[in-house]
């Protein structure tokens, strides 16, 4: 279960669905449908004062809806089909320095270890900040910052990519502005970032995972040709 908004518990089913139930009445407030093949639905957050909801699936699927009419706006599965574990929401963030993002920010933390940022409000999602832990290649980084991909296509229904699990992001948390994130991951590390310092300033401090907690410049900072910020 979890918070949807409106005092309203939110938890998603075997089926594909998520449902919420009002606890005050114990009635179904709203369900919303997603198709089983795409992967359970591991992960969820809302926004907008709980008019909608984003969750993300166990085959890196992404699918946005209105919960006032159970109307599905959006959905794509984000470019390295990983686990997608925590979703986090920064609703009016300004753009990370260097970057092209604009607009509201949905976070999405993956099995693989890395955090994406994309930008909702656009008719075609757009992939605008990677948060990359030392160790992992920035291939995987670029990967991850590349176009989603069509949910409805035949990459889309394609089996998640491997993934050891041994860096996910088990929880994610940011500020409504966008400039402090939180990661906590399995590899018992807790990172803090914060995108709008100019690249390679001190934009992550990492505390645990057999790290000092002293802050340092990210190695990998660094602006795609897409205009995507990678810390």
């Known amino acids: 279960g979890g918070g949807g908004g409106g005092g309203l518990v939110v938890y998603s089913c ?50 946005l809806w209105d919960v006032r009419y159970s109307l599905r ?11 997608i574990l925590s979703m986090a929401y920064a609703s009016q963030p300004a753009a990370p320095a260097g970057s092209a993002a604009a607009g509201p920010l ?9 955090t994406s940022g994309w930008v909702l409000g656009e008719a ?16 995987a980084a670029d990967a991850a910052a590349a176009p989603p991909l069509d949910a ?15 860096r996910g992001v088990r929880a994610l948390l940011s500020s409504c502005d966008g400039s402090s994130m939180l990661t906590a991951s399995t ?16 934009n992550c401090i990492t505390l645990g995972g057999g ?16 205009g995507a910020l990678v810390l």
């Open 152 to 166: 409805s296509s035949a990459d889309a229904a394609g089996p998640p990519a491997p993934t050891d699990g041994s």
């Open 106 to 114: 949905l976070l999405l933390g993956g099995a693989s270890g890395l």
């Open 211 to 226: 790290a000092d907690g002293a802050a340092q410049p990210s190695a990998s900072a660094r602006v795609l040709p897409s």
């Open 187 to 202: 590899d018992m590390a807790v990172r803090c970032w914060r995108p709008r310092l100019p690249a390679g300033g001190h």
């Open 73 to 83: 706006l959006s959905s794509w599965r984000e470019p390295a089909r990983g686990r």
């Open 14 to 63: 075997e089926d594909g669905s998520v449902r919420a139930v009002d606890p005050r009445t114990g009635g179904e407030a709203w369900v919303l449908r997603h198709e089983q093949r795409l992967g359970l639905l591991q992960s969820w957050v809302a926004g907008g004062g709980g008019a909608w909801l984003a969750a993300g699936s166990s085959t890196g699927h992404v699918a």
């Open 124 to 139: 075609i999602p757009r992939p605008a900040l990677v948060l990359q832990p030392a160790g992992i290649p920035d291939a």
